[in-house]
């Protein structure tokens, strides 16, 4: 089953963010294997981390919530909150296997949180800059919950419209960058 997991940092917690980032990145390594994408986050300025993304496909919701939970920095209170969902891999592929490669061009997390009937549970037309696409699922799958997109795009105006706007509650839409250890 493929989690979508998004830890969103506290304010003020970018000097405790640096001091566990081995811990955050062997913690990581345990998955590996099962890693579709992960990454940070950033605040408008571009360079101030604002949260950590991470697809993975583990057994059932509770070892999901595990792997969000026993985070290094989510244990430690980096973390103001945690968005966990099941998500659907609707380009199955990871964001290794992406052709437009890890750091060419500006990246984004488009989190559309769903309000009414299904949304974008289609890819859509245009998806050479997808590097991860999904819905938002209830722990069942029965139920739609929203959209997460990774996307390459010239600006945040333009990986918005990846997304049907009036479709959700909200739309938000985070500059983004492939993450894991630097080779």
């Known amino acids: 089953m493929e989690f979508f997991c998004y830890h969103r940092d506290r304010p003020g917690s970018l000097e405790l963010r640096d001091q566990l980032l081995e811990e955050h990145w062997s913690y990581m390594d345990l998955f590996a294997a099962q890693m579709i994408a992960r990454g ?3 605040a408008a300025d571009g360079d101030t981390p604002s949260g950590s993304v991470h697809i993975v496909d583990l057994p ?4 999901a919530r595990a792997f ?3 985070e290094p920095n989510y244990q430690a209170g980096v973390y103001r909150d945690v968005l966990l969902r099941r998500w659907r891999n609707l380009l199955g592929r990871t964001m290794w296997d992406f052709p ?10 488009v989190l559309g ?10 890819l859509p037309p245009e998806r050479e800059e997808l590097i991860a696409y999904g819905p938002l699922l209830s722990d069942d799958a029965a139920a739609w919950l929203g959209t997460a997109a990774l996307v390459r795009a010239p600006d945040a105006a333009t990986a918005r419209a990846v997304l049907t706007p009036e479709r959700y509650a909200d739309v938000e839409v985070h500059d983004w960058q492939f993450g894991g250890r630097q080779s």
């Open 113 to 122: 949180l769903g309000s009414g009937p299904a949304a974008d549970r289609e």
């Open 60 to 63: 059932d919701a509770a070892a």
């Open 100 to 109: 437009g490669g890890a750091t060419e061009g500006n990246r984004y997390l």
């Open 68 to 70: 969000a939970f026993d």
């Open 40 to 42: 940070p986050t950033f």
